[in-house]
């Protein structure tokens, strides 16, 4: 049976970080499903079609990811989705208090789904959306960090403010 796995996050933007989790699920799962959250408290940087977009540009190559956007608890979204896994990137000791909590919480709102951590890159531990757009609002330089077209994106947004 074919397994498929939901990758949930903010991405706001993606980073090279979540890309190289996205490729690792790839070649673990038969099929990847990134998906955005849309109601959040916070009002984030990129709209969720702009958080899209830059997605799909950087999953354009991997043929068995794509890149939706959901409302409401992660768990009933998976569990319309026909999907049985929840991919979550640990970087740091720091990220498992916070991800265990989680994991946790969903497995109790349902059974059927399993959450599944996985590291990215060493290259990558230290890596953040957060960051990456602090860096680039104050001038530095986030080359190697997010997609090209991320890259662009931030660069044109803060040179306009
Ligand atoms: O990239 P993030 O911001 O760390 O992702 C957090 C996310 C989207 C995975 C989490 O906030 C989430 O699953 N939200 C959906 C609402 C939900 O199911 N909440 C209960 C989680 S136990």
Do not use: W
Not at 36 to 48: C, M, S
């Amino acid at each position: 049976m074919e397994t498929r796995a939901v990758y949930p996050g903010s991405f706001d933007p993606v980073t090279n970080g979540h890309i190289d989790l996205i490729q690792r699920s790839a070649a673990l799962f038969d099929k990847v499903i990134v998906a955005i959250l849309r109601n959040r408290d916070k009002t984030p940087f990129f709209t969720v079609e702009e958080r899209t977009e830059m997605l799909e540009m950087a999953v354009r190559d991997l043929k068995n990811v794509s890149v939706t956007s959901f409302n409401g608890l992660l768990v009933d979204f998976v569990e319309r989705l026909g999907a049985s896994v929840i991919i979550r990137g640990i970087r740091a000791i720091s990220d498992y208090e916070y991800e265990l909590q989680m994991a946790l919480m969903n497995r109790r709102l349902s059974s059927k789904v399993e959450t599944v951590f996985m590291l990215p890159a060493e290259s990558y531990s230290y890596l953040s959306s957060r960051l990456v757009k602090e860096i680039s609002q104050l001038g530095g330089s986030i080359h190697g960090l997010v997609p090209a077209d991320v890259e662009n994106r931030l660069c044109s947004r803060f040179r306009t403010k």
